[in-house]
């Protein structure tokens, strides 16, 4: 009922830089925390980054500094700056979202993944 749709992901020199972005969509009341989760071949899946609905974030520490999350709440969008990219930045970026979902007169919690995005850095 409710669908996150990732954007932005591709192919880039170290050093360079990317914008994510993710789309929530559907019976959404309200979008609480939302983040990024990326996972390499081999390695299981990792936070990178997550913001709250009021706009505190937490970063992994190996993108503090070089990563920025951000959010529209008008356009229910996640944003992810990643500048001074690396080749270990290379994997599949998830969105991920905790959102409280309205249908008719019932409401209730549930947290939600996007289809992923190949993020590719090259030495």
């Known amino acids: 009922q409710v669908q996150l749709v990732e954007s932005g992901g591709g192919l880039v020199q170290a050093g360079g830089s990317l914008r994510l972005s993710c789309a929530a969509s559907?019976?959404?009341?309200?979008?609480?925390?939302m983040g990024w989760y990326r996972q390499a071949p081999g390695k299981q899946r990792e936070l990178v980054a997550v913001?709250?609905?009021?706009?505190?974030?937490n970063y992994a520490d190996s993108v503090k500094g070089r990563f920025t999350i951000s959010r529209d709440n008008a356009k229910n969008t996640v944003y992810l700056q990643m500048n001074s990219l690396k080749p270990e930045d290379t994997a599949v970026y998830y969105c991920?979202?905790?959102?409280?979902?309205?249908?008719?007169?019932?409401?209730?919690?549930?947290?939600?993944w996007g289809q992923g995005t190949q993020v590719t850095v090259s030495s």
């Open positions: 991920n979202a905790d959102v409280v979902v309205g249908v008719r007169v019932a409401y209730y919690n549930s947290n939600y």
């Open positions: 559907g019976n959404i009341f309200r979008l609480n925390a």
């Open positions: 913001i709250t609905s009021g706009g505190n974030t």
